[in-house]
């Protein structure tokens, strides 16, 4: 899963939540469909917004549950239950432009001799399958009505811009190709969404989206490649850090603007997309002026990440806040005996906390819980779903969510795209977003 867009449970409603898993399945099962097992490892976040803008963009009668979604059968991914996954030529698209961008990320790769494509067999495998990809992706792009050459030209240019770059030029000459893939990518949803007035801004997002990719991938990898020798954009033009930083935060600020002049007929998942994670991902490698790039791993008993607006807290299944310690046991107080005896406020509660007087839960001897542990693995039961424990049988959420396995920070926060008023909250769906906008507006 390769993307700068990685928003998590924390900042989208279930209704969003359930709308990004949908892309995000379609796309995998599209690139099953038309191109094979193999070509579902080009699944990205990047390429499932192609998907996300053509369905934003139709009718709403397009999208429930009617010509928009299926139902896929179980995945391992999602602890083998089905789901309502996006379908149609958004998906097909998406599938097309992820699976020409792939064969364009591994064909760097081996020019590069990066790790295991130094080898000569594993080059010559790589070779071969982006061949076939590029003949695949041209093929399922075509019956949509895209041309996946301007992808393909636009990585030919890529190459020869980076080898004739002057000494001194600036960084934009590098990035220009990616965003010419990616605003004709922006702009053919509005073709597929039968909204032509929405092809100049799409496109104008679309670059913006590309620069912003192709930036913020330079500064990731700056030390790296600098550790190892690499051709990098920001070294070879000479461009600081702080230019960086300042040229991807204008690119967040011109998605924004070009979004305004985007005609949706659901606005919600799009804007949080691209107007808001796009800057947690500038915030991500750059950090955040001013403020921590990340509430993880807070002091204890400080708001969680996805904390509840307005002061409230996350409550258990007992009524106890899982955020917080609990409170210290005073000399006098005494827990209380016996089965079914009423548990008083000051003896911690939650999941995992068996009280006094209960009988323990079942347990597997260790053939039967590995038993048990090696198929919930297997199944992703571990990581990602809530779970009855291998061993003791207890109830627990699933490894992600028990470590707050995401870069989480407050929902809105600010809001600056949109302005720090009711505005906010009926432009950008952050009430939608994360059930209750703490940005200052009147929701």
């Not at 080059?123 to 093929?139: E, H, L, P, Q």
């Not at 048990?372 to 699933?398: D, I, K, S, Y």
Request: proline share 7%.
């Amino acid at each position: 899963m390769f993307g700068i867009i990685r928003p998590c449970r924390h900042r989208l409603s279930e209704r969003l939540q359930a709308s990004w898993m949908a892309h995000l399945c379609g796309l995998c099962l599209a690139l099953r469909d038309d191109h094979g097992q193999l070509a579902r490892t080009a699944t990205n976040y990047d390429g499932l917004i192609i998907s996300v803008l053509v369905e934003a963009q139709a009718d709403a009668g397009h999208t429930a549950d009617g010509a928009g979604r299926r139902t896929a059968g179980p995945c391992p991914l999602r602890g083998m239950r089905t789901a309502s996954v996006a379908r149609g030529e958004g998906a097909r698209l998406a599938a097309a432009v992820s699976l020409a961008l792939a064969s364009v990320k591994i064909r760097d790769h081996v020019e590069d001799q990066d790790g295991v494509f130094a080898r000569r067999p594993v080059a010559v495998g790589a070779r071969a399958v982006t061949r076939r990809w590029d003949r695949k992706s041209a093929g399922s792009a075509s019956v949509v009505g895209f041309d996946t050459s301007v992808l393909l030209d636009a990585a030919a240019r890529q190459g020869e811009l980076e080898r004739e770059l002057p000494a001194g030029g600036s960084v934009l000459l590098v990035t220009e190709p990616t965003e010419t893939a990616t605003a004709a990518a922006f702009a053919h949803t509005a073709v597929l969404a039968g909204r032509p007035g929405n092809e100049a801004p799409l496109a104008e997002a679309g670059r913006l989206f590309g620069r912003l990719a192709h930036l913020l991938d330079a500064a990731e990898d700056q030390e790296a490649d600098a550790a190892s020798g690499a051709w990098n954009p920001l070294d070879a033009t000479g461009t600081e850090r702080a230019e960086a930083e300042r040229l991807c935060r204008d690119a967040v600020h011109g998605i924004r603007l070009a979004l305004r002049d985007v005609e949706l007929a659901d606005r919600a998942l799009v804007h949080i997309l691209l107007a808001h994670e796009t800057e947690r991902a500038v915030e991500r490698v750059f950090g955040r002026p001013g403020h921590a790039a990340c509430r993880v791993g807070h002091e204890p008993g400080a708001p969680s990440a996805g904390h509840p607006p307005h002061g409230q807290a996350h409550q258990g299944p007992t009524g106890s806040n899982p955020y917080q310690a609990p409170p210290r046991h005073e000399p006098d107080r005494t827990p209380p005996q016996g089965p079914g005896a009423p548990v008083p406020p000051w003896v911690p509660q939650g999941p995992g906390f068996t009280p006094p007087g209960a009988p323990p839960p079942n347990r597997r001897n260790l053939l039967a819980g590995c038993a048990a542990w090696a198929l919930m693995g297997c199944t992703c039961q571990l990581l990602c779903c809530e779970h009855n424990h291998p061993f003791t049988g207890e109830r627990r959420e699933g490894f992600c969510a028990r470590n707050e396995c995401c870069d989480c920070g407050d929902c809105c926060d600010g809001c600056q795209c949109c302005g720090e008023n009711a505005q906010c909250c009926n432009d950008c769906g952050c009430c939608d977003g994360c059930d209750g906008c703490d940005c200052g507006c009147d929701c």
